[in-house]
């Protein structure tokens, strides 16, 4: 299985909305074609099958952690791997919490019903 490049680095945006409980992960200059619903977590597909980004719903719920704290990521990774049926995601993040690095995890799992390449994809911001 290929192993990608990480296709966020130096290009992407990190937003958590604490009104709405949803953490965004996002590249700049990736064009939008279409989503893949994993769950409480929603994949962004743009141009060339690339990853455009990532929508956790119920980030507080998923990461175990209060809106607060989601407010003070310090770190967040994520590995895709995508087979000809599957696609696993697992996220991690790092908040500081009472003044220390307290680290999280999420996954999902859903259908490649739009037949993305094969591979495993690393994002890091």
């Known amino acids: 299985m290929n192993k990608l490049k990480n296709q966020f680095e130096g290009k992407a945006g990190l937003r958590y909305s604490a009104e709405t409980d949803i953490l965004y992960v996002y590249a700049k200059d990736i064009k939008y074609i279409e989503s893949i619903d994993l769950g409480d977590i929603i994949l962004d597909i743009g141009e060339n099958g690339l990853i455009k980004g990532i929508e ?54 859903g259908l490649n019903d739009i037949s993305l390449p094969s591979g495993v994809v690393c994002v890091e911001c």
């Open 56 to 109: 956790i719903l119920n980030a507080s719920k998923n990461f175990k952690l209060s809106k607060y704290d989601l407010k003070h990521i310090k770190k967040l990774t994520a590995e895709i791997t995508i087979t000809p049926d599957i696609i696993k995601l697992k996220i991690t993040i790092s908040v500081l919490k009472r003044n220390r690095e307290v680290e999280r995890f999420t996954t999902a799992k």
